[in-house]
């Protein structure tokens, strides 16, 4: 586990040069519930931190708590569980964004616990499934009382399931049966020593609200979310990048394809789409047709059983 700190600098939220989009109505207000859930938490709890992965949703997370709370500090430090397989793209832009904001990082390492013997590597050579173990030691370690993420309801049917504030068990577990109604936009962070609560504030954004928003705001994304070309190779129908977790296998040829990814996360099984929208603007129109939730298109993990998202939040997985 590696602790990296910045000296502060600003904390206005991150634009790109885009010239920004008047917000609709709809995306004010996804944009006023986000904030207000962000100010609940730094109300409610004693050490809040907010899960970076630099993907977008984690993005727009931070990108609302900085609006939240300007001119102030953002209240929140940031964690990230690296599973050593992460796009170098994305490590880049998460680095320079806690670098140019002066924010407090955390990253626990997948090969830390590898290394000591807590987590064994997978047959697949996947990481993802094995971030669970280091994000709830560090959670119980710093005693997090409050864990902020970008999950949406839209993206998987268990995320449907959740609260906004989702109660977890001592060790991360999520029972759908001791979640509160959250009625009138009222949420309840009372938890019991040893629990703690995940918090989604962007629980009602669907992905196309998501990359509204970013046009709106001008929000700059990693590059890899953008259309250009890359090796890949083809694995159950999903174009995945190669490394040395196993890919491409014998029967499996990698080509040079133009592509983009609809979401991050470990790049042994977070596959791209074949796609031309190299902006903002590209994406929306793409996103607009599809019928495929961009974890249903290119998440491999996901596609292991009906249930393999529950399972995994059952045994503290986000």
């Known amino acids: 586990m590696t602790i990296t700190q910045n000296a502060p600098t600003q904390n206005a939220p991150t ?118 173990v280091p994000l709830v030691d560090t959670i119980a370690d710093e005693r997090y009382d409050a864990v902020i993420g970008g999950a949406r309801r839209d993206e998987e049917r268990s995320r449907a399931k959740e609260r906004i504030f989702s109660l977890r068990d001592s060790f991360g577990g999520w029972d759908p049966r001791r979640q509160r109604p959250e009625l009138w936009g009222l949420y309840n962070g009372r938890h019991a020593a040893g629990e703690h609560v995940r918090v989604f504030p962007l629980s009602n954004w669907t992905e196309l609200d998501v990359w509204n928003y970013i046009e709106t705001e001008g929000i700059d994304l990693p590059e890899i979310y953008y259309a250009h070309e890359r090796e890949v190779f083809q694995r159950q129908g999903m174009w995945l990048a190669p490394g040395e977790w196993g890919g491409p296998g014998e029967r499996e040829q990698l080509e040079r394809r133009q592509v983009r990814y609809r979401t991050v996360g470990d790049m042994s099984c977070t596959g791209a789409v074949e796609s031309s929208a190299a902006d903002v603007r590209a994406v929306i129109e793409e996103i607009i047709v599809t019928r495929i939730t961009e974890r249903g298109a290119t998440r491999a993990d996901d596609k292991l059983g009906e249930a393999a998202m529950e399972d995994r939040k059952r045994e503290g997985y986000f």
Do not use: C, M
């Open 15 to 132: 634009h790109n040069a885009a010239q920004p989009r008047v917000a609709s109505p709809h995306l004010r207000a996804l944009e006023s519930e986000a904030i207000h859930i962000l100010r609940e938490v730094a109300g409610q709890f004693d050490k809040p931190v907010i899960l970076f992965s630099a993907g977008k949703d984690s993005v727009l997370v931070l990108h609302l708590a900085l609006k939240a709370f300007y001119p102030a500090p953002l209240p929140f430090s940031l964690l990230h569980v690296d599973t050593g397989h992460n796009f170098p793209e994305v490590l880049a832009y998460r680095d320079r964004v806690v670098a140019e904001k002066g924010l407090r990082l955390q990253v626990a390492k997948v090969q830390d616990w590898i290394d000591d013997g807590r987590l064994t590597e997978r047959p697949d050579g996947t990481r993802n499934p094995l971030q669970t």
